[in-house]
């Protein structure tokens, strides 16, 4: 049984601490971001729907067809996205997980939470070759998710009563090729991974505690950690910069860098409306505020 169209969505996420340093057996935290979503949309179509294996997109539909048995499917894909490519922010993850809902809503089959993470994590393999699986679990939770590397998620509960912004740099990030910095910077490296996991204890515990000065501080060190790494880039640090110069209690680029995003943490609701304003005048093409 079919629908004349099935219809899924989901929500994207952002690294607060710990990129990089994961890798290494060190905690990250991941936050969703449930107010920047993806829709995707299964309508009939006149021809067979075709793989394209190097598609996440695609995939993901062909992980959800195989899972239901369907070899031969007359449909097409139609997908709305707020969330931007290759900036950290979960997009293949989102789109994934988002079509993956709407093949089974639109051959009204029902789908759980397990398998909906296997099939999501099967198709992310085609984007990222051996996802850790933490953007899908960040894209499919509303809740904080600590991911330690071999030993698995957390969920932890935010309520800081504060606002993240975050800001693109306008720069494709490139993930692979600052993970191979890292890697090549070898024992020169470690000392400032080893800084990033204390610091991502300190963020959890300030969450906790609900210290947002504490947690500020931690977020604007681990920036200067991952400079020290090589991964940041002229265009991050510029808005970091402008963001603690604005006022911000703590800033940092996220994700795998050398492009992508930074995050601010504001107290204030007018505070963070004006700092996007103002980061989008020095350079951000786009911001995003988020309820913490």
């Known amino acids: ?5 099935g219809v899924g ?8 601490i710990g990129e990089h340093a994961v890798v290494y057996g060190y905690p990250a935290i991941s936050l969703p971001l449930n107010n920047i979503e993806v829709t995707c949309r299964i309508v009939p179509a006149e021809r067979p729907w075709v793989l394209y294996e190097e598609d996440t997109l695609s995939m993901a539909v062909f992980a959800a067809l195989d899972h239901l048995g369907i070899g031969e499917a007359f ?77 698995g998620f957390t969920e932890l509960d935010v309520d800081l009563k504060a606002y993240l912004l975050i800001a693109d740099t306008g720069i494709h990030g490139h993930t692979r090729e600052a993970i191979q910095k890292v890697e090549e910077a070898g024992r020169l490296a470690l000392h ?3 800084q990033l996991g204390n610091l991502t204890k300190q963020i959890e515990q300030g969450i906790a505690q609900r210290d947002l000065d504490g947690i500020g501080q931690a977020m604007t060190k681990a920036h200067s950690h991952l400079r020290a790494i090589g991964v940041s880039c002229e265009q991050a640090d510029e808005l970091v910069h402008l963001a ?10 996220s994700g795998g860098g050398l492009g992508g995003c930074i995050i601010a943490l504001v107290k204030e609701r007018n505070e ?21």
């Open 272 to 292: 963070v409306e004006r700092l996007a304003q103002r980061l989008q005048e020095k350079g951000a093409i786009n911001t995003w505020i988020e309820n913490l």
């Open 9 to 16: 969505k989901a929500h994207s996420k952002i690294i607060l």
């Open 1 to 5: 049984m079919t629908k004349e169209m």
């Open 244 to 253: 603690l110069e604005e006022g911000a209690l703590g800033a940092k680029m």
């Open 192 to 194: 400032n991974l080893h």
């Open 75 to 151: 449909i097409r894909c139609q997908v709305d996205s707020m969330v931007p490519e290759k900036r950290g922010m979960g997009s293949s993850a989102a789109v994934s997980i988002a079509a993956i809902r709407a093949v089974f809503d639109y051959f009204d089959e029902t789908l759980d939470e397990e398998t909906l993470e296997i099939l999501a994590n099967r198709a992310e393999m085609i984007a990222h070759m051996n996802p850790s699986g933490l953007d899908a679990k960040t894209c499919l939770s509303n809740r904080a998710i600590k991911f330690i590397k071999n030993v």
